[in-house]
């Protein structure tokens, strides 16, 4: 493991991912939608749990060139953990790759970590899929998520929790203040920027809250990324179709 990696909290804020100006069209948006639903957690609607204004703007076909958008924006992100923390790749699976004298060769953090730009965002697409994303509002001095929560979560209608790898936060603004990204055991709280994304492991050890807003309203675009299904992630490509 790398001096870098060592000792790490494994929580990374990349700032500018995302235009100030694209950010300010997107709250514009969706206050326009129309569609905006309470926000819900994997056991419902609980405003004591969380207190918010949600548009799944995945479920929406208006909006699919947002949802690339800001699908493009966290694979850049995501690139760059993958380089720093290498064994969130190499770690659950056995990675290979074919050598010029036709071998196949096992690849190490060297060997990821020397990718292109373009190979690793192939080896990134493979593994790991994105989630549905969450346009989200948290009212002034009233809004938050203040319960502590983890991403990895059983669901009834849904296996997609079981196979979320990292959560990821965009915020949209900051003309707030505190409403922060509170991580428990990291001790460290996240303070919004606009256009900076945020990616953190999903399970319990990074488990966090939304903490309130004050004297303005919040928003964020949020989501995961996941493993890729099993039944895809080792299928065999000289099978029929």
């Not at 493991?1 to 060592?6: D, G, R, T």
């Not at 203040?146 to 003309?175: C, F, G, M, Q």
Request: glycine share 8%.
């Amino acid at each position: 493991m790398s001096a870098q990696a060592a000792g790490a909290d494994f929580v990374e804020v990349y700032e500018g991912a995302l235009d100030a100006g694209v950010c300010g069209q997107l709250i514009d948006a969706f206050e326009a939608s129309g569609k905006l639903a309470r926000g819900a957690t994997a056991g419902g609607v609980n405003t004591q749990l969380k207190d918010s204004w949600d548009l799944n703007i995945s479920a929406h076909a208006e909006w699919s060139q947002v949802v690339t958008l800001l699908n493009t924006a966290m694979l850049r992100g995501l690139m760059a953990y993958v380089r720093k923390y290498t064994y969130l790749a190499l770690a659950p699976t056995v990675l290979y790759r074919k050598r010029a004298d036709g071998q196949t060769a096992m690849l190490g953090v060297d060997d990821v970590r020397a990718m292109s730009d373009a190979e690793l965002q192939r080896l990134v697409t493979q593994l790991f899929r994105p989630g549905g994303i969450n346009l989200q509002r948290y009212f002034a001095d009233e809004g938050g998520y203040p319960y502590w929560h983890s991403e990895i979560s059983p669901k009834v209608d849904s296996d997609d929790n079981l196979h979320r790898v990292l959560l990821w936060t965009i915020y949209l603004n900051d003309a707030f203040d505190e409403g922060e990204t509170e991580f428990l055991y990291q001790q460290r709280r996240i303070v919004p920027r606009t256009g900076s994304l945020l990616l953190a492991p999903a399970g319990f050890t990074h488990t966090h809250r939304g903490n309130k807003p004050k004297n303005g309203n919040k928003y964020i675009a949020t989501s995961w990324v996941l493993f890729q299904r099993a039944a895809q992630l080792y299928a065999d490509p000289t099978a029929p179709r």
